[in-house]
């Protein structure tokens, strides 16, 4: 028998998964009550499930390798976890990345070796939001993922890559599960309503297309939220006159803010919502920006942090095209920070709509990374000394700031001077653009080097440290 400081972290040896959901009481939830008990009872991932498919063909052969299940809430992660546990020769076992440590760690190991050498039966060791496992966690269950005492299953709603080590993700397979379609939505749910043993047949729920429509888009693909939906429903919907329980849209109304909407602040579904919002503005789409900005506050991000993406591409992605965006964004954070939310949500979707509908210019951004790569590839290179001040005697006698033209001693405010290291005499860094205000910004400080130029007999070409401020804006 295991040990007993480590057979509370296992079902019982003898016992599968299948048979403890098989006897659910009344009182578990309707999702574990209908729970898939065979792979073909599985909807929406037949690319692992079908013919062909990986999970296909480890029950068929019966060897289980380690595997993390990576995709949406509510697509089946753990259910088919628990349809692996119930091939022969595996028993099924739990462990928590978030309560235990490397002590327990060590406990399942001895328990899971005790097993096999005694039985002959492996241990599929579930962890459920393997995202949360520490570096120790991870570096203590390497070995023994890698020698094949335990089958280590994992399910995450988190990139594993962001979260999990290279080692061990290099010893598993990493599956990734697709939210659900509505068609396979519908299969639950008529699953649900027809079922009276374990589902809502004896409810008597009606739905007519609308409302079951809208039902099937309320739940965003996931198949958990629909059941708790239902579930709810089917305590709430009171019957009529007729004796009938009909659902009607004001019924979901009520129940709407029990369904929250998809959205991880620390999450990789963060930076793809704020990655969607910045590149539909880029791409200058006003209505898909809405959307994007939507989700993200409905979903719970703070908008202060969305108003701080909103200022960085009102630079990175307008930048001179439209001087004003950057303006329009900090008063979005200003009234953010003034009026605080929901009240400030209009003056983020105010700002969205200016950026989309501004022209766009990336010649900053451009820029300052020509810039940034050659202060990488140089170093640190020196300030020209007539460019340095000199507080002090010695640094005055050093030649600190010799020769330095001051430009408002000359005619239009302007003089032929150096102002960078030898080593990027000629570079150009920042190339301006042919759209908005951009081209008229950069006409504006050619002329007015060309006329102090002028009045100073210079060569108006030239233009400061030899560069030349007479070109035409590139196009583009």
Not at 91 to 111: D, M, N, P, Y
């Amino acid at each position: 028998m295991p040990d007993s400081e480590s057979s509370d972290l296992f079902d019982d040896p003898e016992a599968h998964p299948d048979k403890s959901r098989g006897s659910s009481s009344a009182r578990s939830p309707l999702a574990d009550r209908l729970r898939p008990r065979s792979l073909e009872a599985v909807v929406g991932q037949e690319h692992l499930t079908g013919p062909g498919g990986l999970l296909r063909r480890v029950c068929e052969t019966g060897q289980i390798p380690s595997i993390i299940f990576w995709g949406p809430p509510g697509t089946g992660k753990t259910t088919l976890a628990r349809l692996l546990a119930s091939i022969p020769g595996y028993r099924w076992a739990t462990f928590s990345a978030v309560l235990s440590g490397v002590a327990e760690i060590r406990a399942v190991v001895k328990s899971a070796k005790h097993t096999f050498d005694i039985k002959g039966v492996r241990t599929l060791l579930f962890v459920d939001e393997i995202h949360r496992f520490n570096k120790a966690q991870q570096d203590a269950f390497l070995p023994h993922v890698e020698e094949g005492t335990i089958v280590l299953v994992g399910a995450t709603t988190e990139n594993p890559s962001f979260k999990v080590n290279d080692a061990l993700l290099s010893r598993v397979h990493v599956l990734v599960l697709k939210s659900l379609e509505p068609e396979h939505l519908e299969t639950l749910m008529n699953r649900a309503l027809e079922d009276s043993e374990g589902g809502l047949g004896e409810a008597g729920l009606e739905f007519d297309e609308e409302t079951r429509s809208a039902v099937l888009v309320l739940c965003g693909g996931d198949g958990r939220q629909l059941f708790n939906l239902l579930e709810t429903l089917a305590e709430t919907v009171v019957a009529d006159d007729l004796g009938r329980r009909r659902v009607t849209p004001e019924h979901l109304e009520r129940v709407r803010d029990r369904v929250p909407l998809r959205g991880d602040r620390a999450g990789e579904e963060h930076f793809n919502l704020i990655s969607a919002l910045q590149k539909s503005i880029r791409g200058s789409d006003p209505d898909a920006a809405l959307y994007w900005l939507v989700r993200l506050l409905e979903g719970g991000e703070d908008p202060l942090y969305v108003a701080r993406r909103l200022v960085r591409t009102a630079s990175e992605d307008v930048g001179l095209a439209d001087p004003q965006a950057l303006s329009q964004a900090m008063a979005a954070v200003h009234a953010i920070q003034f009026i605080g939310y929901p009240e400030g949500v209009l003056a983020l979707a105010q700002v969205a709509v200016y950026l989309c509908l501004a022209p766009k210019s990336n010649r900053l951004e451009s820029a300052y990374q020509a810039a940034l790569e050659d202060v990488r590839e140089k170093g640190s290179l020196p300030v020209p000394l007539h460019l340095c001040n000199a507080p002090t005697r010695l640094m005055d006698q050093l030649g600190y700031g010799k020769g330095y033209k001051y430009p408002h001693a000359f005619p239009g405010s302007w003089v032929s001077e150096v102002y960078r290291p030898e080593a990027i005499q000629g570079r150009r860094y920042y190339q301006p653009g042919s759209l908005g205000m951009e081209p008229r910004l950069w006409d504006r400080y050619v002329e007015r080097l060309r006329e102090a130029a002028r009045l100073q007999g210079e060569d108006a070409t030239r233009g400061a440290e030899g560069g030349t401020p007479g070109d035409r804006p590139s196009k583009g």
